[in-house]
């Protein structure tokens, strides 16, 4: 009756020395055949996480904005109005757009030229920290207070 090796029962994979060793074990009990296991399961290991990191490479290239259009776009900040709506504040080359973002839409609300943009929000839009919510808020104001200056 044949008993089984323990070692072959073993489910983890033993290290590159540990297979090294039971290569250059005598050929006693099967030993011979559980190293060449371990180096094809060692190989197909490899051979997967290769297969893997290729895959994130090509994903991560073909997912990256390519060309001059996207480098002119440029986010310089965003407000949420809603638990899905934001307000976001686009540079377009020259040209600032303020866009409604929901789910399924995008929608122009406002452009103008970078020239009128408060020069401190300017600053702060280009600055570590963007506080464009702080300048929605203002041009909201100002944009009341016109119309009821013309109303």
Do not use: C, Y
């Amino acid at each position: 009756m044949h008993r089984p090796n323990a070692l072959r029962l073993l489910p983890l994979p033993l290290p590159a020395f540990a297979a090294d060793a039971l290569a250059q074990a005598p050929a006693t009990g099967g030993t011979p055949e559980l190293a060449g296991s371990l180096v094809q399961m060692l190989g197909g290991l490899a051979v997967v996480i290769a297969l893997l990191l290729a895959s994130l490479w090509l994903i991560r290239r073909l997912a990256a904005p390519r060309g001059s259009a996207a480098a002119a776009i440029e986010v310089l900040g965003a407000a949420a109005v809603g638990p899905r709506e934001r307000v976001v504040l686009v540079r377009l080359g020259q040209q600032l757009l303020v866009l409604g973002v929901a789910p399924g839409s995008v929608t122009r609300l406002h452009e103008m030229k970078a020239e009128e943009l408060p020069l401190a929000a300017r600053h702060e839009a280009s600055g570590p920290e963007k506080s464009f919510p702080a300048w929605l808020g203002q041009a909201m104001k100002r944009q009341a207070t016109e119309r009821n200056d013309a109303g």
